[in-house]
């Protein structure tokens, strides 16, 4: 499993086997902390793969802290560098540059089994024209909304803001953003109640546990792409996989307590639990 993408620091481009050491991420010989976004997805995803026995993920990341210089490192790395095969690409942060993902787009479809896209690798595959090329999508519902509407370019200019949306307008989001083709056949929405998607369609959703307080903990969405992409790489099938993701990622929050002030790393740590009670 590869785990391509961004993170807000000062570091040029890391390539190699990502490692957990208690609340941080190793790579090489850099230390990161588990915070929100992508340590917070590798921190979920080496824990799942770790309980199943399964190789620890590869990670090309860069360091990008908003003004896209980052990802274009990304992007020219990843159209030099020799990809080997992979099971899941996940793609995570990232400037949703157009014309340099549709050049490294076909090197990663000819590499991966199953590309599953979150936050900026969704923007930049659905201004390219190629959501449907892609897996499985794991938008919010923010997220949801951008996609459904063609004309915005990026989820802060949807035609409709977070707090406008209800759980009954998902279904018709869902379908619009489907029939626009900014939704591959398979997604996952993650909400309140999350939402297992195929073709347009809701088939399955996981509700419970329901912990209020993850609502208001950065990075909860995160790891539940990081255990979405694992289940994925360990051979589950998409339907099974995320129902089960959306099932351990509750669990670890509930076993974990939290508050709104809880830290993610504090909900991480209980995830090889979760998975026993899931």
Same mark, same amino acid.
């Given at each position: 499993?590869?785990?391509?993408?961004?993170?807000?620091?000062?570091?040029?481009?890391?390539?190699?086997?990502?490692?957990?050491?208690?609340?941080?991420?190793?790579?090489?010989?850099?230390?990161?902390?588990?915070?929100? !976004?992508?340590? %917070?997805? *590798? $921190?979920?995803?080496?824990?799942?793969?770790?309980?199943?026995? /399964?190789?620890? &993920?590869?990670? +090309?990341?860069?360091?990008?802290?908003?003004?896209?210089?980052?990802?274009?490192?990304?992007?020219?790395?990843?159209?030099?560098?020799?990809?080997?095969?992979?099971?899941?690409?996940?793609?995570?942060?990232?400037?949703?540059?157009?014309?340099?993902?549709?050049?490294?787009?076909?090197?990663?479809?000819?590499?991966?089994?199953?590309?599953?896209?979150?936050?900026?690798?969704?923007?930049?595959?659905?201004?390219?024209?190629?959501?449907?090329?892609?897996?499985?999508?794991?938008?919010?519902? !923010?997220?949801? %909304?951008? *996609? $459904?509407?063609?004309?915005?370019?990026?989820?802060?200019?949807? /035609?409709?803001? &977070?707090?406008? +949306?209800?759980?009954?307008?998902?279904?018709?989001?869902?379908?619009?953003?489907?029939?626009?083709?900014?939704?591959?056949?398979?997604?996952?929405?993650?909400?309140?109640?999350?939402?297992?998607?195929?073709?347009?369609?809701?088939?399955?959703?996981?509700?419970?546990?329901?912990?209020?307080?993850?609502?208001?903990?950065?990075?909860?969405?995160?790891?539940?792409?990081?255990?979405?992409?694992?289940?994925?790489?360990?051979?589950?099938?998409?339907?099974?996989?995320?129902?089960?993701?959306?099932?351990?990622?509750?669990?670890?929050?509930?076993?974990?307590?939290?508050?709104?002030?809880?830290?993610?790393?504090?909900?991480?740590?209980?995830?090889?639990?979760?998975?026993?009670?899931?």
């Amino acid at each position: 499993m590869l785990v391509i993408g961004t993170m807000p620091f000062e570091i040029e481009i890391i390539d190699g086997k990502a490692k957990l050491k208690e609340k941080e991420i190793k790579i090489n010989s850099l230390t990161l902390p588990v915070t929100i !976004g992508t340590t %917070a997805l *590798l $921190a979920a995803a080496i824990h799942v793969l770790s309980t199943l026995g /399964k190789p620890s &993920l590869h990670v +090309i990341l860069s360091g990008d802290k908003g003004d896209g210089k980052g990802t274009k490192r990304l992007f020219s790395y990843l159209k030099d560098c020799n990809l080997t095969r992979q099971t899941v690409i996940c793609g995570h942060y990232m400037m949703p540059y157009v014309d340099e993902f549709k050049k490294i787009f076909p090197k990663l479809r000819k590499n991966a089994k199953f590309i599953i896209a979150d936050a900026g690798m969704m923007y930049a595959a659905k201004a390219a024209g190629l959501a449907r090329n892609l897996d499985i999508f794991t938008p919010d519902a !923010g997220e949801l %909304a951008f *996609l $459904a509407d063609k004309d915005a370019t990026h989820p802060a200019y949807v /035609k409709k803001v &977070l707090f406008e +949306i209800d759980t009954e307008e998902m279904e018709s989001l869902i379908k619009q953003a489907y029939l626009e083709k900014n939704l591959p056949c398979f997604s996952l929405v993650k909400g309140k109640k999350d939402l297992i998607v195929k073709d347009g369609n809701i088939i399955a959703s996981v509700s419970e546990p329901s912990i209020e307080a993850m609502e208001a903990i950065g990075g909860t969405g995160d790891t539940l792409v990081g255990i979405l992409s694992s289940l994925i790489e360990a051979d589950f099938p998409f339907e099974k996989a995320s129902v089960l993701a959306a099932k351990i990622n509750r669990i670890a929050g509930k076993l974990a307590h939290p508050t709104p002030a809880t830290s993610v790393s504090e909900i991480v740590k209980f995830i090889p639990k979760a998975i026993e009670e899931a």
